[in-house]
């Protein structure tokens, strides 16, 4: 890795030197504004409200508009964060519903028993789950979102459990113009997609109002996808004071198609080995955000927000009993920010100060069903109190420093969080005595940017973060309470060890030409006490306990160029290196030397790679604006081979490489709006999730490698009118 480094910092660093030089050439006056794409100007606030510029930000920032979203016809927040350096998405559950996104080598998924290290914020309210840190990307309205920031490192302001990064997404008001648009989309496998909003301004109001109602057949046996949802804003504009008050309601179902054996894989890619797993949310939520101006230089910025969450989870099992588990959760909370802008020792100063409390209200059930049989296998709850103070402050700490029009900008930040996880067992054998489990820590970090001009930035980044251990994880924390399935446990045990990150940054934005941007990272970001589920020796259960140290680092390439007023081109280049720091002895549900019956103990040596976490990606795309409202696109990305959960040990066949083609295009006249996307165009077979189970159908019940296949071709096609 190290040895990586000094091309990729000696090409910054000759970059940077000749831009300085063409900077100073006649004809160029020093004064020139280069302008980068659009998509990667300003840098994320942590609420709604005025961001800094992204040459004051010590780290990789990416911004997806929801026009962007819209034009592309993105299905998923996950299919629209494909394109983006880095990220790559696995599909465990068999829909694309709920496919896992990764990058930085941390994921986040909906599925329980995976280590989360990823946050992600919709509107200021962070929705991770209570339950596992686990995100259910299909409550997320992306029809409604505005943008989509994609934030790397861990960060003061986004808090616990960012490790490897967050998302912020922000979404839609009513415009200056009242507007009805009717929306239809038609797609592979049955889908269908119908959509009614409306918005504009009443006064000093105004308003937005949405519903969404999709389905679709599924290509696999048994993967029906059934999502409904209403999405609402008010907002308010009047002097210095800005609001908005938002409701949400979704209601899905989703049919879980999950993973096939190998075996049966070969056969038949598009069966369902255990038909009849399926997921049903029901989502309320309410959010207010107030931003006002309180004197000439500050603004206070309010988030408050109540939640909750049914949810109905439903496992069909070949080798035991069916599970069927009911989720209830209640939250509320809010935040509290202000901004100052002033100047320390003549020079320009932000200073951001922030206070974070949420309360968590969980309720999880869980039945073991044999036909018409019906038991109670656990019965949990958590009582979750969490808050945080933040502090960050931006400084242009010198100007004209090394050369004329220079700027030196400094950050500091920390952030102390606070978790208390009160959890109480109500099983079958009758309440039991509960237990208190409470995390505190604060995290700092330091960044300096050096613009050496307005078309260059250099930044560095030293930030400490951590990972509380989750209410579930929490209840299978040792030995002697072993989950079964992964599923709620018993009474709480000694609290594991919170995860610790420490993750260090170097990075480039560069503008060579005023029609091409540059963006370079290296980072390192290594944990301690990294947490993974485990399995006593002679036991069928699982449990989570601390494994000692943990490191991810890489580079991150990317290039955007517009060329002619017609191109738009994409490339992007990412190496990942996952591996363990420390021997361990881990589970594993394959069965390994001297081991006879799954689960087996593995033995993981230092210098091992993690799972599902491919070492090379390589993204590319074009857009061709053939006329002004006529636009073709192709874009395509390679995945390089991923380790199998399951297979820390490294001892396994990996997933293959693959490479996948989408194209498509957007129409936008007058009034009218149309697109069409063709995925996957090559019809490529592959598989983005692989680990290893019993294959109950065969004779003996033989453990094998698990797959989940991937889409084949598919195509989507859109119709809008703006009334």
Request: one cysteine or more; aromatic letters at 8%; hydrophobic letters at 40%.
């Amino acid at each position: 890795m190290r040895a990586a480094l000094v091309p990729v910092l000696a090409g910054v660093g000759l970059v940077v030197a000749s831009l300085a030089s063409a900077q100073e050439r006649p004809g160029n006056p020093p004064d020139e504004v280069i302008q980068l794409p659009t998509v990667r100007v300003l840098a994320p606030a942590r609420l709604p409200g005025e961001p800094l510029p992204l040459d004051h930000v010590p780290g990789s920032v990416q911004i997806i508009s929801g026009e962007t979203l819209h034009g592309r016809g993105a299905v998923t927040v996950q299919d629209a964060l494909v394109g983006l350096p880095g990220v790559t998405l696995g599909d465990q559950q068999g829909n694309r519903a709920q496919s896992d996104v990764t990058f930085r080598g941390f994921q986040v998924t909906s599925v329980t028993g995976v280590p989360q290290g990823i946050s992600v914020f919709v509107d200021g309210v962070r929705v991770n789950e209570p339950t596992v840190e686990e995100v259910n990307f299909d409550l997320i309205p992306l029809d409604d979102v505005e943008r989509i920031e994609l934030i790397r490192g861990p960060s003061a302001p986004f808090g616990r459990n960012t490790l490897g990064g967050s998302l912020n997404i922000l979404t839609r008001r009513g415009g200056d113009t009242h507007e009805v648009v009717p929306e239809l989309e038609l797609g592979s496998f049955g889908r269908q997609k119908y959509r009614l909003r409306a918005s504009g301004p009443a006064g000093p109001f105004d308003y937005y109002v949405a519903g969404t109602y999709s389905e679709e057949d599924g290509w696999r046996d048994v993967s029906a996808v059934r999502l409904g949802r209403l999405f609402a804003k008010l907002g308010l504009s009047l002097g210095d004071t800005d609001a908005t008050l938002s409701f949400q309601r979704a209601q899905n179902r989703i049919e879980q198609a999950g993973s096939l054996p190998l075996s049966e894989l070969r056969r038949d890619r598009r069966q369902n080995f255990t038909g009849g797993d399926f997921f049903a949310p029901l989502l309320n939520q309410v959010t207010l955000n107030v931003h006002q101006t309180v004197a000439e230089h500050a603004r206070v910025s309010v988030n408050g927000f109540a939640r909750t969450l049914d949810a109905e989870q439903f496992n069909v099992n070949l080798i035991g009993a069916d599970t069927r588990s009911f989720t209830r959760t209640t939250t509320a909370g809010g935040t509290v920010q202000l901004d100052y802008d002033g100047r320390v020792l003549d020079r320009a100063n932000r200073l951001t100060l922030g206070l974070d409390y949420v309360h968590y209200d969980v309720n999880v059930k869980v039945l073991a069903e044999d036909g018409a049989v019906a038991s109670l296998d656990s019965k949990v709850h958590d009582d979750q109190h969490a808050f945080a103070l933040y502090a960050q402050d931006s400084l242009d700490l010198a100007r004209d420093l090394l050369r004329p029009g220079d700027v030196l900008v400094l950050t500091t930040a920390a952030r102390w969080d606070w978790l208390r996880h009160h959890i109480g067992d109500f099983g079958p054998d009758g309440p039991r005595v509960g237990g208190t489990s409470t995390f505190a820590r604060v995290n700092p970090r330091f960044g300096v940017n050096y613009n050496p001009t307005k078309a260059a930035s250099l930044y560095f980044t030293f930030a400490q973060g951590f990972r509380a251990p989750a209410f579930l994880e929490l209840t299978c924390a040792s030995p002697g309470t072993v989950c079964p399935g992964l599923q709620a446990g018993v009474a709480p045990d000694p609290p594991l060890k919170a995860v610790k990150a420490n993750h260090y940054e170097i990075g480039a934005r560069v503008a060579p030409r005023p029609w091409l941007g540059l963006e370079l990272a290296a980072y390192r970001t290594d944990l301690r006490d990294d947490m993974f589920s485990v399995s006593p020796t002679g036991t069928t259960g699982l449990f989570f306990q601390n494994v000692g140290r943990t490191r991810r680092q890489g580079l991150e390439l990317a290039a955007d160029a517009h060329v002619d007023r017609r191109w738009d081109l994409r490339l992007s280049y990412t190496y990942t290196e996952a591996t363990f720091l420390d021997d361990v002895d881990l589970a594993t549900p394959r069965l390994t030397s001297g081991c006879v019956a799954s689960p087996c103990i593995q033995h993981v040596r230092a210098g091992s790679d993690l799972p599902l976490i491919p070492r090379h990606r390589l993204g590319a795309g074009a857009d061709y604006h053939v006329t002004p409202w006529l636009t073709l696109w192709v874009a395509g990305t390679w995945v390089g081979a991923q380790r199998l959960r399951g297979d820390e040990a490294n001892g396994e066949r990996t997933l293959d490489a693959y490479g996948v083609v989408s194209a498509g295009a957007r129409l936008q006249v007058k009034a009218f709006s149309a697109f069409v996307t063709i995925n996957n165009a090559l019809n490529e077979q592959y598989e983005t999730f692989g680990t290893f189970g019993p294959n109950a159908k065969r004779a003996g019940t033989p453990i094998e490698p698990f797959l989940t296949p991937a889409l084949p071709l598919h195509v989507d096609v859109g119709l809008a009118y703006r009334f």
